[in-house]
């Protein structure tokens, strides 16, 4: 009978080339060991399995990175490859303000996308809804039905009254969940109240750009209630999907799904075909478009990204 594999301490954050492992009851500050310092800078992140060594002075450092079961990553705005955000999640919530600054759907659209291209649940949560009557007229939650639409759990919070925080707990518990989206829509105030312990810096909203501005530099995983761990991830004002086939692409938007077989051809990308599928959808209503836009232009991207030179491909 083989020997199971040991399950390691998690990583709970990168601080200045440290890491932060729960080990047991006891948080060790951590390096690498001389074999991991030669990998990449996200060779381990928040949420990583690690083997640890307590050495005779007192110190430790990480030996081996376990296997991930899942991770979060997208493609930096500069470079090749892909960047490790977090690992071993299970679930995304994609946290943008109804307010203040104003909800950017493109982008909304675009970090479920990476969500599911990293196998990820992903609930929507709109923050500030104490903004709403006075700062949105009409349904402040409208330019989040399309992704209702398409499946997505939103879950209205507000810090200042309370609202919705029981049942965003609820959605979590005992889970590893990371907060993402961009800054200044309430990422660190929804972590300092479902964590109470947790005292992070609020980061507050330019009132030139109506952009947040960053309070939090890398990943963080925190122990919450009911055996949950909850994580806080820089501001993502951009979001690079991963080196992914172009036909792949369609299959990160769950709307979409069920209608790729419908289509004429098989390898169909949805955008000029004869007998497709997605655009007739689209045409009846059945499919927003402004996600089948968000489609494209990510499709765009891709392509973009694949033809050496960044020309579009045939």
Known sequence: MSEERPTGDRVLGVIAGTYLVEHGAERLECVLAGRLRQGPRDRVVAGDRVLVERLEDGSARILERLPRRSRLARHPSHGRGIQVIAANLDRVAVVFAVARPDPDTSLLDRLLVLAELSDLEALVVVNKMDLAPEAVPGDPLAPFEPARGAGYEIRPTSVRTGAGLGELAAAIAGRVTVLAGPSGTGKSSLLNVLVPEVELRVGSVSERTGRGRHTTVAARLYPAPGGSYLGDTPGLQYAGLPDVPAPALSHAFPELRPLLQECR????????EPGCAVRRAVARGQ??????????????ELEDRAVPGGGRGR
Not at 265 to 272: K, Q, T, V, Y
């Open 287 to 300: 499919v927003a478009d402004s996600r089948y836009r968000s489609y494209l232009t990510l499709l765009a």
């Open 265 to 272: 051809f098989g390898d169909c990308l949805h955008r000029g």
